[in-house]
């Protein structure tokens, strides 16, 4: 069986199309389209859905206009296996599998997105990608270190963009197409104005830019209250160009960047609102400032007729700066700035091997870090002038055992370097410098087993080791965390390992989709927070050893050509030893902030020529009150008992006027709740109506 590297294979598929008649044309897109759903992030290989060796979870551009999703951690909600944590209106972070910030792995456009500066527990960098510049996103759930190196625990999400479509045009010569929407909402009181365009000639060339302007307002909850500061103004854009080089070759360039303003982290402030017993914050002020950017040029080449089949080069640059700004409850000023700028670079190879396909290749990843504060004269949140750097080399074989047997081995090599230019030094308080680095290697054994000969129902498993260097964060951060705590520099820390088994069922036939996994995560060395002999203050440790397990199940039945039902349920647990006040005695207690029990159903309808559909969903969390001591001292963002259940009911529909313009509409939180999701730090909206107009041209 063939496997395709590059996330371009329907590209590639048409590449040579432009030296045959308009008829062979059509014929070669028409057979490109049909081929089966293919995803890329579970074998850095376009694989049939059907012979991934996991339950790979996809979200595409129709779904997130449809859903008229605010931001790009939100059109994740609805996702199996997935939920949401919001610290503020525009600081979101996805919980995959139980784990969230650092311990999850964001690519774009399979570019890693993580950089050295992220925090544990959920953070706000997610809230930088611009949901309406993504084509879209795959999520691989676990297994995801042997491909992509340090970070892959909870999950592997790779978002990719939009571009100019240049290769499906079949017939050739100039085109230009583009599209304008509009998202307005009643309980957050936001704007969101989008705009793009794409021209080229067909099958040479195609340029496809788009910009985003969001005015977000601030949010009323269940219980009529307008919540102070939870509004934020952002704007983003986005361009790439995609040249045909010849038959095999393309090249791409592409650049994004995302811009946010003023956004508060409300529940540290007076601002905030108390929540079943939370308790509100005492600062005046505590906002951010973000922004990022991605660069990238992409040269790639496709059955190359040699030892080497496929192949890609990608060189990147990336930029990320965090600006906060405070003022305490005492009226002390203060300011904390973050930037970092990392180089990366990307080679990737599919060869045929003896047994099998081998998806090989090296990636290499620095970020150079500026860090200050008014408050600290040796660093910001983190080491100031300081560098880390990944090194990695991963070997991957796709081997057939007969036709029904598909096994994927897998085998990566990591250096990770950190550099730690300036920081201070917790108990003397004195300046000091930093260099550490390690070595890991990482292994898994998956497999696939189709039960008939259609590909229609499947058995996958298998054993994934996974790992996490120590970054920037864990050794360096001298910040404000958890509700009031400071969390100071430790630097005798080694990497987190990780031993996951999984075993999963697939159904994909005419009317039915449907995957059920269990899965159980061994963690060991895992870094953990730890109580200084100083009041309110916070260190941190290797020593937590523990588990996380669960199970989910996604289905969707196509009942006819106008019904469709779909739901999916989600459970998660997990332990881990934690140390004991002062002492290096530890207990094992539930890791933090663990998911609750979620379910999601709905049912849809929609007319024979798919002009007109409605569909009715429900969403609901269980109450989340498994929670450890780290838990119990966030008092500003999870209630004293745990955090409530709740259940959100929302009907939406659409309708395409005519070929150029299609109106959607929602109404979400019919029942009006007052709630939040675990660990958030503001109220969600109350009921309200979201409306969306797209225009196309």
Known sequence: MRRFSLPLLLAFSTASLATEGVEEKKKKIKRATDLPKVVITATRSATPL????????????????????????????ETPGVTIQKTSNGQGSPFIRGFTGFRNLMMVDGIRFNNSTFRDGPNQYWNTLDQYGLDRVEVLPSQGSVLYGSDAIGGTVNAFTKGSGFLSEAEGGFFSHGRAEYRYSTAEHSNVEHFETSIGEGQKWGLHAGVTLSQFGDVTDGSGRRQRHTGYDQWAFDVRLDIALDDQWTFTAAHQQVRQNDVWRTHSTTSGVSFEGTAVGTDRVRLFDQERSLTYARLA?????????????????????????????????????????????????????????????????????????????????????????????HIQDAIDIGERVH????????????????????????????????????????????????????????VSQAFRAPNLSDLSRFDVALSGRKETPATDLSPEKYLTYEIGLKANTETVTASLAYFYTQMDNLIIRRS??????????????????????????????????????????????????????????????????????????????HRF???????????????????????????????????LLTLRGGYSVNEHLILTASLDNLLNQTYRYHGSGSNEPGFGANLGVTVKF
Not at 51 to 64: E, F, G, I, N, Y
Not at 370 to 382: E, K, L, R
Not at 410 to 420: C, D, F, P, S, V
Not at 614 to 640: C, H, K
């Open 613 to 647: 559909w409605t569909e009715f969903v429900g969403l609901t969390y269980g109450e989340a009150g498994r929670m450890n001591t780290s838990d119990q001292l966030d008092t500003q963002r999870i209630p004293p008992n745990g955090t409530p259940s709740f259940l």
């Open 50 to 77: 059907s012979q991934v060796p996991a339950a790979v979870k996809t979200l595409d551009k129709k779904q997130m206009e449809e859903r008229l999703v605010r931001t790009f951690p939100e059109a994740l909600r």
């Open 532 to 609: 200084t002999a100083v009041p309110l203050q916070d260190t941190k440790s290797n020593g937590g050893d523990g588990y996380m397990q669960g199970f989910e199940f996604a289905t969707r039945w196509q009942i006819d050509k106008h019904w469709s039902i779909f739901g999916n349920v989600a459970w998660v647990e997990g332990e881990v030893d934690q140390f004991i006040g002062t002492t290096t005695q530890k207990r094992r207690e539930p890791l933090g902030k663990i998911s609750p029990l979620v379910g999601y159903a709905g049912v849809r309808w929609q007319s024979t020529n």
């Open 301 to 393: 080449g496709m059955d190359l007729n040699s030892f080497i089949d496929n192949a890609s080069l990608t060189v990147s640059v990336q930029t990320a700066g965090e600006n906060q700004f405070r003022v305490t409850g005492g009226g002390t000023r203060s300011y904390n700035i973050v930037d970092v700028d990392t180089l990366g670079a990307d080679l990737q190879f599919t060869s045929d091997s003896p047994i099998g396909t081998l998806v090989y290749g090296v990636d290499f990843y620095e970020d150079f870090v500026q860090s200050h504060a008014s408050d600290n004269p040796f660093q910001g949140a983190v080491a100031d002038n300081s560098t880390y750097s990944l090194l990695g080399v």
């Open 407 to 462: 096994l994927f081995l897998g085998e990566r090599y990591t250096h990770a370097t950190a550099r730690l230019g300036s920081f201070q030094n917790p108990v003397t308080l004195a300046q000091q410098s930093f260099a550490n680095s390690w070595d890991n290697f990482s292994g898994s054994v998956r497999f696939v087993i189709d039960l008939d000969e259609r590909d229609r129902y499947s058995l996958y498993g298998g």
